[in-house]
C-alpha cells in the first residue's frame, strides 16, 4: 500500500464564537472568556474564531458590552495566534445590504482591532455580494476567506461549486472555507467534493460544519483523507448538537497519523476543565436547551439548520400554534423552492422560516408576504441559483413591480457621513459609528447604558475625593 504524504491536519478553535452561538445564544461574556485565552494561545491553533456572526448584536443587546473593546482585549491575550471573525458579506454583521463605504470601513476597524482572518459568506453565494469585502480585506492586509454556504438541491451540483470555487480564486481570496451550517455534508459527500475543490483551485480548504445531524466527525475525517487543509472544531463542554466536533476528539483521531496535529492533548484538558462550569452553570440555569446537544435527523430530511428549527419553534410558540410544527416543516421546502432556492443561513433561514410559518398560520400562502420575502423577490438580496415562482412573485409583488439585477449595493448611496451625523452625540470611539450603522436602536440603548455607567463611576470618585466614602 503506497505511504500516504505527511500533511498535519490544521484546527480553527470555535469555542469563544460559534460553539457558544450554537449552543447558549451567544451569552458567554468577555469576562468567562479572559481568563483562559492566555493558554488557548499556547496550544498552536491555525486560528481562533472569536468575533462576528452574533457576537456583535449579543455583546450590545443582551450582555450590555462593547464587541469592540472585547475585540483588543482577545488581541491582547492571543500573542501567537490568529484571531478570526465571521462577516456576512455586503450585510456585515446586520440583516440588511450596506453601502461599500460602510463594508470597507468595518474592514478597516476590524483589522486595526485585531482581526487576522475575515471569513466572508452570502447567504444566496451571490459573489457579487462579496467582492467589496474581499478587496477590502486584502487592502488591510487580512486573510479573505470566502465561504461557500453549503446546501443540497438539484442545482447544487458538483460543477456549481467547483465554478463558485473557481471564481473565488480570481476574485483575490486567501482561502475557501465550505461553510455547512445546517450540517448537511456526509461523508463520502465530502470526500468528492474536498477532492473537486482540491483540483479545481490552489488556495487552501477549509471546512466548517455542524453537529446537529450526527454525521459531522465521519464528514471532518473523510474531508481529512481527501485533503482538505483546516477544520473548524469545539472544545468539548461546547461541541457536539448544534455546536461543531469536538476539538479533542479530533487531535486524538489524528494522533499518530501523517495527518497528526500536534497538539497537545494535556493542555487542551485544561482548557476543558476551564469551560466546563460555564456549561455546567448554563445546563442549570436553562440557557443551554439539553435538546440542542441532541441529533436532530430532521435536518437532513427538511434540510432546515438547528438554529431556524429552534426559531420556528418560539415563533410558534408565541402565536399558541406549536401542534403545526409538522406543517410548518413541510411547508419550508415549499418556500424556499419559491424563493429561488437559496440556501438557509442568515438571513434567508430566517426570510423562509418565518415566510412558512405565515403561510401555516394564514391559511392560505402568501396572503401575508414579509418585508423581508417582497426584498428577496425584489432581488434586493442578490440573484439566487434558479428563478423565483412566478405566481408567487406576482400575487407578492404585484404586476409591475421593478426587479433588480444588478449588484444590490450598487443601488446605495454611501452612507459613512449619514451615519456619524446621526450618532455623533453618543460617539466616543471611531468604532461606536460602525456599532450605530449596525443596530441603531440596539447601540443607541448600549450608549446609554454606557454614559449612565461613567456618570455612577465619576460620582463615586467626586465623592472619595470630597472624603464621603461610600458605606
Given at each position: 500500500m503506497a505511504e500516504i504524504e505527511k500533511k498535519p491536519i490544521k484546527i480553527t478553535e470555535t469555542v469563544l464564537r460559534d460553539a457558544h452561538q450554537s449552543l447558549i445564544a451567544t451569552r458567554m461574556t468577555t469576562e468567562q472568556m479572559l481568563p483562559i485565552v492566555e493558554k488557548m494561545d499556547q496550544v498552536g491553533y491555525h486560528s481562533v474564531e472569536c468575533w462576528g456572526g452574533a457576537t456583535f448584536d449579543a455583546s450590545l443587546r443582551f450582555l450590555k458590552e462593547d464587541p469592540w473593546d472585547r475585540l483588543r482585549?482577545?488581541?491582547?491575550?492571543?500573542?501567537?495566534?490568529k484571531l478570526q471573525m465571521l462577516f456576512r458579506g455586503q450585510n456585515i454583521l446586520g440583516y440588511r445590504p450596506y453601502a461599500d463605504d460602510v463594508v470597507e470601513y468595518f474592514v478597516k476597524k476590524s483589522v486595526a482591532n485585531g482581526i487576522d482572518i475575515i471569513r466572508i459568506f452570502d447567504c444566496l453565494n451571490d459573489l457579487r455580494n462579496l467582492k467589496t469585502a474581499v478587496k477590502a480585506a486584502n487592502q488591510e492586509k487580512a486573510e479573505a476567506q470566502v465561504a461557500l454556504s453549503y446546501t443540497l438541491g438539484d442545482a447544487y451540483t458538483l460543477d456549481y461549486w467547483v465554478d463558485k470555487a473557481k471564481k473565488i480564486e480570481e476574485m483575490g481570496a486567501s482561502s475557501i472555507c465550505i461553510k455547512d451550517m445546517a450540517g448537511l455534508l456526509l461523508p463520502y459527500t465530502a470526500t468528492e467534493l474536498v477532492g473537486a475543490l482540491k483540483e479545481a483551485v490552489d488556495l487552501p480548504i477549509q471546512l466548517h460544519t455542524h453537529y446537529t445531524s450526527g454525521v459531522a466527525s465521519m464528514t471532518y475525517l473523510k474531508a481529512v483523507e481527501a485533503g482538505v487543509d483546516v477544520i473548524d472544531?469545539?472544545?468539548s463542554p461546547f461541541a457536539l448538537g448544534t455546536s461543531q466536533p469536538a476539538t479533542e476528539v479530533m487531535v486524538e483521531t489524528f494522533k499518530g497519523t501523517p495527518y497528526d496535529t500536534?497538539?497537545?492533548?494535556?493542555?487542551?484538558?485544561?482548557?476543558?476543565d476551564y469551560f466546563r462550569p460555564i456549561?455546567?452553570?448554563a445546563l442549570e440555569t436553562g440557557l443551554l436547551n439539553p435538546k440542542n446537544l441532541g441529533v436532530n435527523i430532521k435536518t437532513l430530511l427538511y434540510q432546515v439548520p438547528g438554529g431556524?428549527?429552534?426559531?420556528?419553534?418560539?415563533?410558534?410558540?408565541?402565536?399558541?400554534a406549536e401542534d403545526r410544527y409538522y406543517e410548518v416543516l413541510e411547508e419550508v421546502p415549499r418556500v424556499r423552492k419559491d424563493l429561488g432556492e437559496p440556501p438557509l443561513v442568515t438571513p434567508s433561514s430566517q426570510i423562509v422560516g418565518t415566510q412558512a410559518v405565515m403561510n401555516?398560520?394564514?391559511?392560505?400562502?402568501?396572503k401575508v408576504a414579509t418585508?423581508?420575502?417582497?426584498?428577496?423577490l425584489s432581488g434586493k438580496y442578490g440573484e439566487t441559483v434558479k428563478p423565483f415562482n412566478e405566481e408567487v412573485k406576482k400575487k407578492v409583488l404585484g404586476d409591475d413591480a421593478e426587479v433588480i439585477t444588478c449588484r444590490p449595493a450598487d443601488l446605495i448611496p454611501d452612507e459613512m457621513d449619514t451615519l456619524r451625523k446621526e450618532c455623533e452625540q453618543y460617539a466616543q470611539q471611531d468604532e461606536d459609528v460602525l456599532s450605530y450603522a449596525l443596530f441603531p436602536q440596539v447601540a443607541t440603548d448600549y450608549f446609554k447604558y454606557r454614559q449612565?455607567?461613567?456618570?455612577?463611576?465619576?460620582?463615586?470618585i467626586a465623592d472619595t475625593e470630597n472624603g464621603n466614602y461610600p458605606v
Open positions: 482585549k482577545f488581541r491582547d491575550g492571543f500573542k501567537n495566534t472544531t469545539a472544545m500536534g497538539l497537545d492533548q494535556k493542555l487542551l484538558s485544561e482548557i476543558a456549561r455546567d452553570e431556524m428549527l429552534s426559531n420556528l419553534t418560539s415563533q410558534l410558540k408565541e402565536q399558541n401555516v398560520l394564514m391559511g392560505e400562502r402568501y418585508k423581508e420575502t417582497k426584498d428577496i449612565a455607567q461613567q456618570t455612577k463611576v465619576d460620582e463615586t
